[in-house]
Each structure stands twice: as structure tokens, then as C-alpha cells.
T-cell receptor, first 111, second 113 residues
Framework: EDQVTQSPEALRLQEGESSSLNCSYT??????LFWYRQDPGKGPEFLFT???AGEEKEKERLKATLTKKESFLHITAPKPEDSATYLC????????????FGKGTKLTVNP | DADVTQTPRNRITKTGKRIMLECSQT?????MYWYRQDPGLGLRLIYY???????NKGEISDGYSVSRQAQAKFSLSLESAIPNQTALYFC????????????FGEGSRLTVL
């Protein structure tokens, strides 16, 4: 069964303090790994898709990387507006439309 | 206006009542989805639709039904609500080319007493 485990569950950073969120996955034939951001009271917002080990994507202060077993979301010099819950999801070949989501990492960036 | 609109945003109901959650989208996407989000369990797929004639069950479809009234409208029904269906429900769309890139509505919070 496909599984996605995100760590830590919660992370508090000071503004400017860089760190990384982890997404470990078990899937038979990865078709894609996806990162989303979710603000309180809102629906998730798509950030990145990664397809193969070694791939990297960047957007502003965020950089996502992928290996054969895990993905990292690196946050460089975060700002308070980066505070949100970050969700990781995977999709496998032959898995129809099913995205398997992790439980998320709640990030709080203090000014 | 939001690209994916859900109504109602909040609903409190009683066990045994029939409930419908509605979703409409202006993105022009063919694919639409209903997800459920529970604390500690993450997002889980209830139903999805590739077009108005194509409806598919997700991983937790028991107790739910859906209707795709038009390309832009996808509704979720609970025929006889029970307390463990209390959750946050999200509608989402995708364009089919990058089906992991979903566009979510703002959610419908349902409480079943």
C-alpha cells in the first residue's frame, strides 16, 4: 500500500532561519510527487510536481528536491507569510486518479 | 470570484438527514474531485469524475454519492448522514494534463450531530 509520512508534524522557525521539511514515501512506481501549501480555513494550493530522483524545483524561498525514497522542501530565510501547513502527496502508475497525501507539516515562522 | 466555489461553507445537521454539498468551477477543467480532510488522517479521495458521463469511486466512497450535472458542476450527497462523516470536504479540479496539480475550493465544513 502506498504510504506518505511527513516530518516533523510541526516546526517553529524564527524569521530568516532556514530549514527543511521531509516527505518519505513508499509507492510502487512513482508517477509524481506533489507539494501543496494549505492556509487555515483554505483549500490546499499547488506548489510543485517532481517526477524523478534528482529533480529540483524552486519558487521564491522554497526549493523541493526528490530522491528515490523521500522529498525535501527547503525553506530559505523564511518570512512570517510562509507560515502554513505543507502537504506532500504521491501518485503511482496504474493508480488511476488517486493521490495519497501525507498528514502535513505545520510551519510557523515568528517575526 | 473563486475559480472553484463550494456551497455551503458550513453546515450543521442531524444524524439521518440528507445533505448535499455543491461545487462549481470556472476553470473549464473536465476533471473534478471530492476529498475529505480529517485531523490526523490527511486528505482522502471520495469520488472523481473525468466528464459528465464518467464517475468513479475513490478510496472512501461508502455512504456518499455524487452527481455531475454539467462540466462545471459536481455535487456530493450524504443520503443519511452519520456523526463520523463530520469533516472538512473539498472539491477540486484538474485539466487532465497534469492530474496531480489540483485546484481546490475553500472547503465545506460539515458537522453531523
Amino acid at each position: 500500500e502506498d504510504q506518505v509520512t511527513q516530518s516533523p508534524e510541526a516546526l517553529r522557525l524564527q524569521e530568516g532561519e532556514s530549514s527543511s521539511l521531509n516527505c518519505s514515501y513508499t509507492v510502487s512506481g512513482l508517477r509524481g510527487l506533489f507539494w501543496y501549501r494549505q492556509d487555515p480555513g483554505k483549500g490546499p494550493e499547488f506548489l510543485f510536481t517532481l517526477y524523478s530522483a534528482g529533480e529540483e524545483k524552486e519558487k521564491e524561498r522554497l526549493k523541493a528536491t526528490l530522491t528515490k525514497k523521500e522529498s525535501f522542501l527547503h525553506i530559505t530565510a523564511p518570512k512570517p507569510e510562509d507560515s502554513a501547513t505543507y502537504l506532500c502527496a504521491v501518485r503511482r502508475w496504474g493508480g488511476s486518479e488517486k493521490l495519497v497525501f501525507g498528514k502535513g507539516t505545520k510551519l510557523t515562522v515568528n517575526p | 470570484d473563486a475559480d472553484v466555489t463550494q456551497t455551503p461553507r458550513n453546515r450543521i445537521t442531524k444524524t439521518g438527514k440528507r445533505i448535499m454539498l455543491e461545487c462549481s468551477q470556472t476553470k473549464g477543467h473536465d476533471r473534478m474531485y471530492w476529498y475529505r480532510q480529517d485531523p490526523g488522517l490527511g486528505l482522502r479521495l471520495i469520488y472523481y469524475s473525468f466528464d459528465v458521463k464518467d464517475i468513479n469511486k475513490g478510496e472512501i466512497s461508502d455512504g456518499y454519492s455524487v452527481s455531475r450535472q454539467a462540466q462545471a458542476k459536481f455535487s456530493l450527497s450524504l443520503e443519511s448522514a452519520i456523526p463520523n462523516q463530520t469533516a472538512l470536504y473539498f472539491c477540486a479540479t484538474s485539466d487532465g494534463a497534469n492530474t496531480g496539480e489540483l485546484f481546490f475550493g475553500e472547503g465545506s465544513r460539515l458537522t453531523v450531530l
